[in-house]
């Protein structure tokens, strides 16, 4: 199954970010119930490679990560399916245009299945998704807030340029403990989303607190340099945001491993609905000129 398709690209219907173009994962032939296997191409047409990132588009792992879950409902025959928690994920190797990403989701238990991707032949990453059929519980309507920030759209435009054309953050504040409270919504240039809370999906959110974790690091991103996803020891969804609802990013902790650095945090609504928590992200700093090709060691 084509998951970008050059006509689709172009029309302006598009889905919420980041399937703009996108057509959903259908399951292979196998004869396991429990197994399923998808296959989607990726075309340098897909609206967000501008931001992921200019003249060196990779696709972004939070886009794999949605995959998953369309690989999942695919296997499991329910389109109800949504996700709950990421557990173990692993990021090893790059996917480019033209590549085929091809899924495999095994079912581990009730809710639970484990999700291996490869493109190119080669094992681009891992992960478990702990998933579920219920809806979200009805919230009330978006707190308008007045904001104050230390750092305003053109500063953060200015400590994440890479990621210009796909920022969702709009402001940052800088606590008294040293902690980031980092405001954004999903906006993407294309991307339309609905008046329902279907329109803002968590890989989505998980998009803003990786952002939000640029700008954490503060000075240590050298110039020009790439911010790339390597591992996701947890993160849990919560409540459901309303479609282009503006959010918080708290970033907790952010300590440097190296040319990595591992975060933690959490996702709020303005009036302090708890939306998502992480632990253990590992977000990697990349020089520009960098090869694209990850190798597994880094990440294992």
Do not use: N
């Not at 700093?285 to 880094?298: C, G, I, L």
């Amino acid at each position: 199954m084509v998951w970008f398709s050059e006509q689709a690209a172009t029309t302006t219907a598009f889905a919420a970010w980041p399937w703009a173009g996108f057509t959903p994962a259908q399951a292979g032939d196998d004869s396991d119930d429990d197994v399923g296997q998808s296959r989607f191409s990726l075309i340098s047409a897909a609206p967000f490679l501008a931001g992921h990132f200019p003249g060196r588009p990779i696709l972004p792992g939070v886009a794999i990560i949605d995959a998953a879950v369309m690989a999942c409902r695919s296997a499991a025959g329910s389109e109800k399916l949504r996700l709950r928690a990421i557990s173990g994920a692993r990021f090893l190797s790059t996917v480019l245009p033209g590549d085929d990403l091809m899924l495999r989701a095994t079912r581990l238990a009730a809710g639970a299945w484990r999700v291996t991707a490869s493109a190119a032949g080669v094992l681009c990453a891992r992960m478990t998704l702990h998933v579920t059929d219920e809806d979200h519980a009805p919230r009330r309507a978006a707190t308008p807030w007045t904001r104050r920030f230390d750092l305003g759209p053109a500063d953060i435009a200015l400590r994440l340029p890479q990621r210009a054309p796909m920022l969702m953050l709009e402001g940052a504040i800088r606590l008294s403990d040293g902690t980031w409270d980092v405001h954004g919504r999903p906006h993407l240039p294309g991307a339309g989303f609905g008046d329902t809370v279907s329109g803002y999906p968590e890989s989505l959110i998980c998009e803003g607190f990786f952002q939000a974790a640029g700008i954490a690091l503060e000075s240590d991103i050298p110039e020009g340099a790439m911010l790339l996803l390597g591992s996701v020891g947890r993160a849990d969804f919560g409540a459901c945001p309303h479609a282009s609802e503006a959010v918080r990013h708290i970033v907790t902790s952010c300590r440097m491993l190296g040319s990595a650095a591992s975060v933690a945090g959490e996702t709020r609504t303005l009036d302090d609905v708890l939306v998502a928590s992480y632990a253990d992200v590992l977000v990697v700093v990349r020089a520009a000129d960098t090869p694209a090709a990850k190798t597994p060691q880094e990440f294992s």
